[in-house]
């Protein structure tokens, strides 16, 4: 059962967004931590099926820092006294899209999505089982198209990201595509090394 783990709240291109995660005013029982974490991967649902991206960035929002006005009240008397006073501190995370999945074909596709995401779209989190699906071609090898994409997009949090999305391909892999993934992560760490990279 997927977990709904945030709600869009803007972009800032057509593969680079944000979502507002889910907390205890949204839900009864909001995600934990562990459900928004760096290279998770995460989907969300529109009419021609799912649009999959992955968590690069973490932003904490708190509107009341450097607010050093005087406090009459505690926070815990605020929902007493003032009911309409709004807790806007928050967990906003960066999502990066990777790709689509067509439902009723349930073809993978990465590359860039045609399909705009709108705000207020839910976002879940897609299970290691999911994920690993989307990374098979048609011809059932393992494959990752989206590489240039992450390199272009995700700034300095490109080579930590792949090296963690392969880290997880790794334990649903067999020996053959371990080694690719070997080779793959390899080539990322020398190139970071080096400066190969540009971020």
Do not use: C
Not at 124 to 132: F, G, K, T
């Amino acid at each position: 059962m997927p977990v709904k783990i945030a709600t869009i709240v803007k972009s800032n291109s057509h593969v680079d967004y944000v979502g507002r995660v889910v907390d205890r005013l949204d839900a009864s029982r909001p995600p934990e931590a562990s459900d928004y974490g760096f290279a998770q991967f995460v989907f969300m649902p529109v009419d021609e099926g799912k649009i999959v991206g992955v968590i690069y960035n973490t932003q904490l929002a708190n509107p009341d820092y450097g607010n050093l006005g005087p406090r009459l009240s505690p926070p815990a008397d605020l929902s007493v006294l003032s009911p309409d006073y709004l807790n806007e501190q928050g967990v906003l995370v960066g999502l990066l899209l990777l790709g689509w999945q067509e439902e009723e074909k349930g073809v993978m596709h990465q590359t860039v999505p045609r399909r705009v995401v709108s705000v207020g779209t839910n976002v879940y989190n897609l299970s290691d089982r999911e994920a690993y699906e989307f990374h098979k071609g048609a011809s059932g090898s393992l494959q990752i198209h989206y590489f240039s994409q992450v390199i272009a997009h995700a700034g300095a949090f490109a080579a930590p990201l792949l090296e963690a999305i392969i880290e997880q391909l790794e334990k649903a892999s067999d020996e053959g595509e371990r080694q690719k993934l070997y080779v793959l992560k390899r080539s990322l760490v020398w190139q970071r090394t080096l400066g190969g990279v540009r971020l």
